[in-house]
């Protein structure tokens, strides 16, 4: 359901500048005055378009502020596990050494991820129809594969040009796990060029017909309508390497149905991926109250925000941990 939030505008400021903080209320702003507390929450920039529309709807009807910022989930990390924030935003798990350290993270929905290409791609018409295996991408990011005719049969000569994210990004640290275990830093020497967040990736693919990219699906997708927006078009995935799509691997003409078929474990993680709120050692009342809300009225509001749901079980076993944690 959707009560008239929306996270386009979120997105539009996070293609400005993915490190710049993004907040519905800015410290020292005159909300704060009327206000008994803050709860301050920085981190990944793929979870918080939808982390700013819940702050939106709770502190609408409760004595609270929330201040949301982002600049990429290990300054989340680093905000949290310092004291400087309440609640990191994580765009991937959390790994051994945070977890040793104290953090302490709950997941909270699924985000997913897409390689990209142009509408007017020289092959457009065969990907779109046969899609590419993961090993086909793989060879493509890492140059193994430069030009579009090596991928199919047929008189096509024209050059691949790789782009990728020069930001700190979960999203692309996914992508290169995906890939086959490929580091951010190994993606960025591989690629032709490089650019600060989502929204620049997007516009360098929705410019370049010879481009390819990853990017989040809300940026693949029109927020309103859920249809595929731009010239920017994902690329499908097939999975059982048949050289041609399966009816089940149909499913990137919407955005309500690439998330069925996330949802239904027909698109893999990664690069689909569960998105956490951590904690230095416990969370606070307020911070706890607020992460209890998300993992249970706040998910009516998940899919209208173009984001997957975790399973009713995991968001059980999610609300165990935050329980011990608070």
């Given at each position: 359901?959707?009560?008239?939030y929306?996270?386009r505008?979120a997105?539009?400021?996070?293609?400005a500048?993915?490190?710049?903080a993004?907040?519905g209320?800015?410290?020292?702003?005159?909300?704060?005055?009327?206000?008994?507390s803050?709860?301050?929450i920085?981190?990944?920039v793929g979870?918080?378009?939808m982390?700013?529309?819940?702050?939106?709807?709770?502190?609408?009807?409760?004595?609270?502020?929330?201040?949301v910022?982002?600049g990429?989930t290990?300054?989340?990390v680093?905000d949290v596990?310092?004291?400087q924030?309440?609640?990191a935003?994580?765009?991937?798990d959390?790994?051994e050494?945070?977890i040793?350290?104290?953090l302490v993270?709950t997941?909270?929905?699924?985000?997913?991820v897409?390689g990209?290409?142009?509408?007017?791609n020289p092959?457009?018409?065969?990907?779109?129809?046969?899609?590419?295996?993961?090993?086909?991408l793989?060879a493509?990011?890492s140059?193994?594969?430069?030009?579009w005719?090596?991928?199919?049969?047929?008189?096509v000569d024209?050059?691949?040009?790789?782009?990728g994210?020069?930001?700190?990004?979960a999203a692309?640290q996914?992508?290169?796990?995906?890939?086959?275990?490929?580091?951010e830093?190994?993606l960025?020497?591989?690629?032709?060029?490089?650019f600060d967040?989502?929204?620049?990736?997007?516009q360098?693919?929705n410019?370049?017909s010879h481009?390819?990219?990853?990017n989040?699906?809300?940026y693949?997708?029109?927020?309103?309508?859920?249809d595929?927006?731009?010239n920017?078009?994902?690329?499908?995935?097939?999975r059982?390497?048949?050289?041609?799509?399966?009816?089940e691997?149909?499913?990137?003409?919407?955005?309500?149905?690439?998330?069925t078929a996330?949802?239904?474990d027909r698109?893999?993680?990664?690069?689909?991926r569960?998105m956490y709120?951590?904690a230095?050692g416990e969370?606070d009342?307020?911070?706890?109250?607020?992460v209890k809300w998300?993992l249970t009225?706040g998910?009516?509001?998940?899919r209208?925000?173009?984001?997957?749901p975790?399973?009713?079980?995991q968001?059980?076993?999610?609300?165990?941990?935050?329980?011990?944690?608070?």
């Amino acid at each position: 359901m959707n009560r008239g939030y929306s996270r386009r505008s979120a997105l539009a400021a996070l293609g400005a500048s993915s490190a710049v903080a993004l907040s519905g209320c800015l410290a020292g702003s005159d909300s704060d005055a009327g206000s008994e507390s803050t709860i301050r929450i920085s981190g990944g920039v793929g979870p918080l378009p939808m982390v700013q529309v819940w702050a939106d709807i709770y502190t609408d009807e409760r004595d609270v502020d929330i201040d949301v910022s982002g600049g990429g989930t290990g300054v989340g990390v680093s905000d949290v596990m310092n004291d400087q924030v309440d609640i990191a935003m994580m765009g991937r798990d959390p790994d051994e050494e945070e977890i040793e350290q104290g953090l302490v993270a709950t997941a909270m929905l699924i985000d997913t991820v897409v390689g990209t290409v142009n509408v007017d791609n020289p092959i457009f018409g065969e990907l779109w129809e046969n899609g590419l295996t993961q090993d086909e991408l793989a060879a493509i990011f890492s140059k193994e594969i430069t030009n579009w005719g090596e991928l199919v049969d047929g008189d096509v000569d024209e050059p691949i040009f790789v782009y990728g994210r020069s930001d700190s990004s979960a999203a692309y640290q996914q992508w290169g796990e995906f890939l086959g275990g490929y580091t951010e830093n190994e993606l960025e020497d591989m690629a032709d060029g490089n650019f600060d967040g989502d929204q620049q990736v997007a516009q360098a693919i929705n410019n370049d017909s010879h481009g390819i990219s990853l990017n989040n699906i809300n940026y693949v997708y029109d927020f309103n309508t859920g249809d595929l927006e731009m010239n920017i078009r994902p690329v499908p995935l097939d999975r059982d390497e048949s050289g041609t799509l399966s009816p089940e691997e149909e499913f990137y003409e919407t955005r309500d149905e690439f998330l069925t078929a996330v949802e239904e474990d027909r698109y893999p993680s990664p690069p689909a991926r569960d998105m956490y709120l951590a904690a230095n050692g416990e969370f606070d009342e307020e911070a706890a109250d607020f992460v209890k809300w998300v993992l249970t009225e706040g998910q009516q509001y998940v899919r209208d925000n173009g984001y997957a749901p975790i399973s009713d079980e995991q968001l059980e076993e999610q609300r165990e941990i935050l329980a011990e944690a608070s």
